[in-house]
């Protein structure tokens, strides 16, 4: 899968989307997917060096990849593409081609920001549409957070059904480019 770079300008600062070093971003990632705000991302127990050989995986892999984003160069959230017909879905559903699948992770802040996240996650669909064999955007949230549903669905995200994967009961959402230029120009 690609490795290329983009920059996203919005009304709370320019966010930049580069692949993460799985060795140079590992401490801060610790810190991020071990906050109790991260819980939905199941690695709260997860020691430096876990998190660095799960990285590590993910950077070895064809079908997976991750990145870092920043804002105004600052590392603000990560972000992970896979192909679902490969990675995290295999049996799950049937793929068409041009599914991408997405997760994406918002860094824990003591000041928060209006309408961040909404910005985050469109900086995340815009860099994944930005590759023209990108047709849909597959998600699969746990069914708990209903936070990240709400958001999915701002950003253009249908609900299909719920899911079964061997760590949770998961709400598969997908989004095409045009719901999400809809939801973006509305």
Not at 22 to 48: I, N, R, S, Y
Not at 53 to 80: K, N, T, W
Not at 112 to 125: E, K, L, N, Q, S
């Amino acid at each position: 899968m690609s490795t290329t770079s983009r920059m996203t300008t919005t009304d709370i600062g320019t966010f930049t989307i580069r692949p993460l070093d799985p060795t140079e971003d590992a401490e801060l990632l610790h810190g991020w997917v071990t906050h109790p705000k991260a819980a939905f991302w199941m690695m709260q127990e997860a020691k430096l060096p876990d998190v660095e050989r799960e990285y590590m995986a993910i950077a070895a892999s064809e079908y997976h990849d991750a990145f870092l984003g920043l804002l105004d160069g600052e590392p603000v959230f990560l972000m992970e593409r896979y192909n679902p017909a490969h990675v995290e879905l295999v049996g799950l559903y049937e793929p068409e081609p041009g599914d991408v699948g997405m997760h994406f992770l918002v860094a824990p802040s003591d000041t928060p920001v209006h309408g961040f996240t909404r910005a985050v996650i469109t900086a995340v669909m815009e860099h994944l549409f930005a590759d023209p064999a990108t047709a849909r955007v597959v998600v699969e949230p746990d069914v708990r957070n209903k936070a990240v549903h709400a958001l999915n669905e701002a950003v253009g995200f249908i609900p299909e059904r719920e899911i079964q994967k061997p760590e949770k009961k998961a709400l598969l959402s997908f989004c095409t480019r045009e719901q999400f230029r809809k939801a973006a120009a509305a």
